[in-house]
């Protein structure tokens, strides 16, 4: 059975420039979250989507937007990147109703320089 | 405002014995209580969960104790080996259909031979 997957893995930005993060959830599962993971910390939510509809957002800046398409995977866009946007960006899915465990993929380590 | 508190933030113990970490949670909304492994470069992996109708979930080597009054909860993994070496983080869900976490800044374990 395949996995949360991300991509890319790794991605090196400037200052200024913009990013977009892919997800592809667990098959079955409809809901995609999305969370910050600064390097010491712990994950952070930025976004829940249910249905290509937002369900949850976390205290994020309107840099950050997000959207989910029929096949339930799921884009996560940062414009306007500053050096602290540098993290491991995670995407969870999990089924919807019933409120199951939430499960991640491997990330996207995004450095900004 | 850190609505999930979690220590120690490192923890070594010798294999074989008994690794405990704490957290707490403020916000009486949470009814979901899981705790995540990782790795470095790995994505949180689920290792158990609680909610607050029960006191203690035991699964293997692991157990969540859970005081809801004193909104608190622990978990404790025995008989600790060299290959539970990693970082702990406690969490917080909420919401409607699939849940919103809310993580502590995360437990490095390291078990020493």
């Known amino acids: 059975d395949a996995g949360v997957t991300q991509s890319p893995t790794h991605l090196i930005k400037t200052r200024g420039q913009h990013v977009t993060l892919r997800c592809s959830p667990i098959?079955?599962?409809?809901?995609v979250s999305w969370y910050q993971q600064v390097l010491g910390q712990g994950p952070q939510f930025i976004f829940q989507?249910?249905?290509?509809?937002?369900?949850g957002r976390g205290n994020f800046p309107d840099r950050f937007s997000a959207r989910q398409f029929p096949n339930y995977s799921s884009e996560l866009n940062v414009n306007a990147l500053l050096l602290g946007d540098s993290a491991l960006y995670l995407c969870?899915?999990?089924?919807?109703?019933?409120?199951?465990?939430?499960?991640f993929g491997q990330g996207t380590r995004l450095t900004v320089v | 405002q850190q609505q999930v508190k979690q220590s120690p933030q490192s923890l070594i113990v010798q294999k074989g014995g008994i690794s405990i970490i704490n957290c707490a949670y403020e916000?009486?909304?949470?009814?979901?209580f899981p705790w995540y492994q990782q790795f470095p470069g790995k994505g949180p992996a689920l290792l158990i969960a609680?909610?607050?109708?029960?006191s203690e979930k035991k699964e293997g080597r692991f157990t969540i104790s859970f005081n809801k009054s004193a909104k608190q909860f622990s978990l404790h993994i025995m008989d600790s080996q060299p290959g539970d070496s990693a970082t702990y983080f406690c969490?917080?869900?909420?919401?409607?259909?699939?849940?919103?976490?809310?993580f502590g800044k995360g437990t490095k374990l390291s078990v020493i031979p």
């Open positions: 989507y249910y249905e290509k509809e937002e369900r």
């Open positions: 098959s079955g599962h409809k809901s």
């Open positions: 609680i909610r607050p109708d029960v």
């Open positions: 969490a917080a869900g909420s919401g409607a259909g699939s849940y919103q976490l809310t």
């Open positions: 916000n009486t909304a949470f009814d979901y």
């Open positions: 969870a899915s999990s089924s919807w109703g019933g409120n199951t465990e939430a499960f």
